[in-house]
């Protein structure tokens, strides 16, 4: 059995499904691709990006937990060459858009005009993946999403912060009761 069976079995074993578990299959393969050049600008790029899909409320949100650097090493160690195009061809598209409906990049656009923005390419991605043949890789604006939310979520913030973390939880409880509201635990 080599790893990605084993992630898909003890996914199945937990009985759930797995945020961006397309990454973690892919990134089980040896040989990914060329890395890609991800500048600093890129970086913070990203990070606007995963703050306006898990903005700072309660807890601080994607950028606090630099989640921008977060789907660098992953588009770089776990996605195929042609996945990688995709995810930095979606970027410059993301930010022709902005362009296109404000005349401004998307870093200079206000939190509203990049919400709204990113609320149409959701609309957009979700029409394509209904209409997309297996081989055909995933629209970037999933792929931006699904890596927003492994990032965030899979970091100390996301865990301890946007869930309830017992560290070490003590004896096995099947029937915890839950009040409205309660986060779920990491």
Do not use: W
Not at 48 to 71: C, H, Q, R, S, Y
């Amino acid at each position: 059995m080599d790893r990605r069976e084993a992630v898909k079995y003890i996914t199945l074993l937990l009985g759930g499904t797995l945020v961006g578990g397309s990454a973690y299959l892919t990134g089980c393969k040896s040989n990914t691709g060329k890395q890609m050049n991800f500048t600093e600008d890129d970086i913070a790029y990203l990070d606007e990006i995963a703050n306006t899909i898990l903005p700072d409320t309660a807890t601080p949100g994607a950028k606090a937990a630099m989640v921008g650097l977060f789907m660098t090493v992953m588009v770089n160690d776990c996605y195929e060459e042609k996945d990688q195009k995709i995810f930095h061809e979606g970027m410059v598209k993301l930010d022709d858009l902005s362009k296109k409906n404000y005349n401004l990049s998307f870093m200079k656009i206000n939190g509203q005009q990049r919400h709204d923005l990113l609320v149409q390419l959701d609309h957009e991605q979700k029409e394509y993946m209904k209409n997309k043949k297996e081989a055909e890789s995933s629209h970037y604006f999933r792929m931006l999403k699904e890596l927003t939310m492994l990032g965030y979520f899979t970091s100390e913030i996301g865990c301890t912060k946007a869930r309830r973390y017992i560290e070490t939880p003590g004896k096995y409880e099947g029937s915890i009761p839950y009040k409205k509201g309660d986060k779920a635990f990491a």
